[in-house]
Each structure stands twice: as C-alpha cells, then as structure tokens.
C-alpha cells in the first residue's frame, strides 16, 4: 500500500474532469467509429442508391412526354426531389446501433462515463454523413446524364441540406426505433411506413395530372 501511495505522489493529481470537452471528444471517436462501419459494409449504402436512381430513370423514361403535355419542360429537376428523398430515406438508419445492442457493445458504452447524448449524436452524426453523401451521389449521377440545374450551385447545395436535414430527421426515427426494440427487422420497417406515403404526393407528377381522390 505504501509503494502504491508513493506512486499516486509521483504521479501528481489527475487532471480535472472536463464533462463538455470529454462528451464532444466522445462523440467524435464514436461518429468516427460509425463512419468505418458504414465504410465497410456497403450493403447499407448501395440499396439507398440504387432505389432512388431506379425510380428517377424509369419514372423519366415513362412520363416525360406525358409531363411535357402539362408544361413541364424540365423533367428531370421535376423528380430529383423525389430521388434525393428515396435516397436520404434509407432502410439503414439505426442498423448498426441494433448489430450494437445485439452484440453487447452497446451494454458496455452505457458503462462509461460517456454521455448518454454523445452515443446518440455521434451515431446520428455518422448517419447525416452517409445520408449527405448518398444524395451528393445521386445529384451527381442526374447531372452526368442530362439534368439542368436552374439555380446553379447554390441552389444544388440548398437542396442537398434541405434534403440531408430531413433525412436527419427519419433517422432518428430509425434510432429511436432501434433503442425501443433492439430488433433490425422493426428498425428497418420504418421505411416500408413511410415510402408509401410519397406515392400519395406530387413528387412523381404534377397535380393537373393527377384525378379522383387522389388529386
């Protein structure tokens, strides 16, 4: 006991606990942590850019004629909105906060001195990149293949925010979703709720077109 006290002497006092610097240092290390994830499963990321892609090209190979009979002479702008919302609207958000919870590692951060809010933001975090991405990635895609934008860059990185941020939101959807079941199968259910519902809106044709009830 004494060679341990003449230790803790020699090493001088601890330094103080600083909660908010170790809460963003947290957060940070554990988004990092999330952004490699993501990296190495691909399997989270290529379906949320073949779905928006395959709907905006077979929607834009199917209607553009019937759309130009309503005045729309620029098609393409028309539905990137519906593209970048299939692709900020991934099945993904809150799967790897499950595979956490499923395999104890989740059990053990709560363990920590970690905030309970730095786990949550830096997951999320990690998540509005991938989203942020996902939808640059699709702008690009519709650039290269013959979509005009009217408003030029500003109004490219306008839309990929807005986009991003609502994106944000159905996220924590999914994670809110993940931390009340821990199960992937009802986190991933939340996109099957809300993709539906798009097809209720204008976001494929413009609402001269539509009729009955649904107009």
Known sequence: LDLLAADAVALGPLPAWNFPREALRATMLLAGREVRLAIRTPAYLVPNLIVPLFFYFITLGSLESFASGFGLTNFEGFLLPMALLFAVQGGSAGLNMVADIESGYFDKLLLTPTSRAAVLIGAMS?????????????????LLTGLHFETGLLGAVTLIMIASLFGLVYSGIGFGMALKTGNAQATQSMWFLFMPLMFLTTLFAPKEALSGWLK
């Open 126 to 142: 990690a998540d509005f990149f991938r989203i942020m991405l996902q939808a640059v990635l699709v702008l690009i895609v519709a």
